[in-house]
T-cell receptor
Framework: KQEVTQIPAALSVPEGENLVLNCSFT??????LQWFRQDPGKGLTSLLL?????REQTSGRLNASLDKSSGRSTLYIAASQPGDSATYLC???????????FGQGTTLQVKP | GAVVSQHPSWVICKSGTSVKIECRSL??????MFWYRQFPKQSLMLMAT?????????EQGVEKDKFLINHASLTLSTLTVTSAHPEDSSFYIC??????????FGPGTRLTVL
């Protein structure tokens, strides 16, 4: 059974810092991996999608990497801003069904 | 991007009553929708896969008679929490997609059962 773990559970940084969020998974047979952002009491916004055959994806200040052999993905946020404060979730697609298995999330607070 | 809506956004009900939550894909058709629940400070747990025109597929441990799912059209899926109890209080989120790589999430419905 696939298990997804995110470390740390919470993170507080001053504005401007570069930071890395971690996601690990137990089964390397994944279809894809996504990083989402969730604001309090809201739904999810997709940030980056990495296909199983890819190593990384970039969007603006965000860069996500995928290492299937070690069962790890990282989300790198450059020059963090207070508006980046949210919970970040990684999710694995285990097949081409669209079903996702989520990690517990990392709650990020960026202080001005 | 595509939009998925949920209604209501929040609902409070008495224990023992049933509550229906709607999930709509506004500008695309979705043969498959997913229902998740999220407890405070926890992650999303997949409850079931809703298939248009057929029965939903429930994840292990989810009571299908408790959580009734109907996917009557390509743009609408409903989740009915029957005989709700306080332990059913949660944040329910649906998603709909145009394929395995593209899932759009609704804004969620906060259910509080008194």
């Amino acid at each position: 059974k696939q298990e997804v773990t995110q470390i740390p559970a919470a993170l507080s940084v001053p504005e401007g810092e570069n930071l890395v969020l971690n996601c690990s998974f137990t089964d390397s047979a994944i279809y894809n991996l996504q990083w989402f952002r969730q604001d309090p009491g809201k739904g999810l916004t997709s940030l980056l999608l990495i296909q199983s055959s890819q190593r990384e994806q970039t969007s603006g200040r965000l860069n996500a990497s995928l290492d299937k052999s070690s069962g790890r993905s990282t989300l790198y946020i450059a020059a963090s801003q207070p508006g980046d404060s949210a919970t970040y979730l990684c999710a694995l697609g285990s097949g081409n069904t669209g079903k996702l298995i989520f990690g517990q999330g990392t709650t990020l607070q960026v202080k001005p | 991007g595509a939009v998925v809506s949920q209604h209501p956004s929040w609902v409070i009900c008495k224990s023992g009553t049933s509550v229906k939550i709607e999930c709509r894909s506004l500008d695309f058709q979705a043969t498959t929708m997913f229902w998740y629940r999220q407890f405070p400070k926890q992650s999303l747990m997949l409850m079931a896969t809703s298939n248009e025109g057929s029965k939903a597929t429930y994840e292990q441990g989810v009571e299908k008679d408790k959580f009734l799912i109907n996917h009557a059209s390509l743009t609408l899926s409903t989740l009915t929490v029957t005989s709700a109890h306080p332990e059913d209080s949660s944040f329910y989120i649906c998603s709909a997609g145009e394929g395995p790589d593209t899932q759009y999430f609704g804004p969620g419905t906060r259910l509080t059962v008194l």
